[in-house]
């Protein structure tokens, strides 16, 4: 994910981070998920049926940028405190050669995963209520999953690295002493169901250029550094790169994405 004119990311191949109000709710102790079964379907479920692993979870779900965000610089230019530093208060996003916007593709695959979450007997949170608006801010967005208690927590993106790179990554956080050190291992458990889950289930290959088998780890986002609850973000694609592109211009290939990380949820909470 690389933001375009007004708020640019830090980085070519860098994706825009979120963070957390510092104050936000109480911090508490994060702990592996409750397992209901082992062994169980994709849908959470144990060998014999048993309890789905989904059912009275809380997920929140953050769909990256905005579609007001290129109409209002100053907003979201404004910098926030991200943990060990400073960064934009959120960006516009990039978007495929033909124009299909990082936004639009996440505030999509974001209200197709929470349906299937929900019909999972999940409780599920968005970070936004549409794509027309502004923000919020990268603090609010993580702010949201640390009030819920969340279960877990993704943040969806689509990539604008050069065009020559392809493929999909998860990105896990690197501690930041002092905000998130106890999510850490929980959030690489995450980082790994949803990583065999969407390559499982969209078929999608791993980056060709970040990060190793699918997996890249980071202290410059946000939304992992100041999370108190276990958080990944996911970059579904290279939105720059043609076969990638393609696919997530698909509606029937974003409901794919999203049964996918559905299960991988499923896959982490079962545990």
Not at 35 to 56: F, H, I
Not at 75 to 83: H, P, Q, S
Not at 153 to 163: M, R, V
Request: net charge positive; glycine share 16%.
């Amino acid at each position: 994910m690389a933001a375009v004119a007004l708020a640019l990311c830090l980085g070519v191949l860098g994706a825009c981070g979120g963070g957390s109000d510092q104050g936000s709710g109480p911090d508490r102790s994060v702990q592996p998920p409750r397992s209901t079964q082992t062994g169980g379907t994709p849908d959470g479920r144990g060998p014999t049926g048993g309890s789905n692993a989904l059912e009275g979870k809380v997920i929140v779900i953050d769909p990256g940028h905005n579609g007001g965000n290129a109409r209002h610089p100053g907003e979201i230019n404004r910098l926030v405190f991200v943990g060990n530093g400073r960064k934009p208060c959120d960006t516009t996003g990039t978007s495929t050669n033909d124009g299909y916007s990082e936004h639009a593709f996440t505030w999509d695959v974001s209200k197709r995963l929470a349906k299937l979450l929900r019909e999972r007997g999940a409780e599920v949170k968005l970070t936004r209520e549409n794509d027309v608006g502004v923000g919020p801010c990268i603090t609010e967005r993580a702010g949201i999953a640390n009030r819920a208690k969340a279960d877990a927590a993704i943040s969806i993106h689509g990539d604008g690295a050069p065009a020559s790179g392809h493929g999909f990554h998860v990105i896990e956080p690197i501690g930041v002493p002092g905000f998130n050190t106890r999510i850490v291992g929980p959030s690489r458990t995450l980082g790994t169901a949803i990583r065999d889950a969407f390559h499982e289930g969209t078929g999608l290959p791993f980056s060709t250029y970040r990060g190793t088998r699918g997996i890249d780890r980071r202290n410059d986002l946000g939304g992992l550094n100041l999370s108190k609850v276990p958080k990944v973000f996911i970059e579904c694609g290279n939105m720059r790169n043609s076969s990638d592109a393609a696919k997530m211009r698909s509606a029937a290939f974003r409901q794919r994405m999203a049964e996918s990380l559905a299960n991988g949820f499923a896959a982490y909470l079962a545990r």
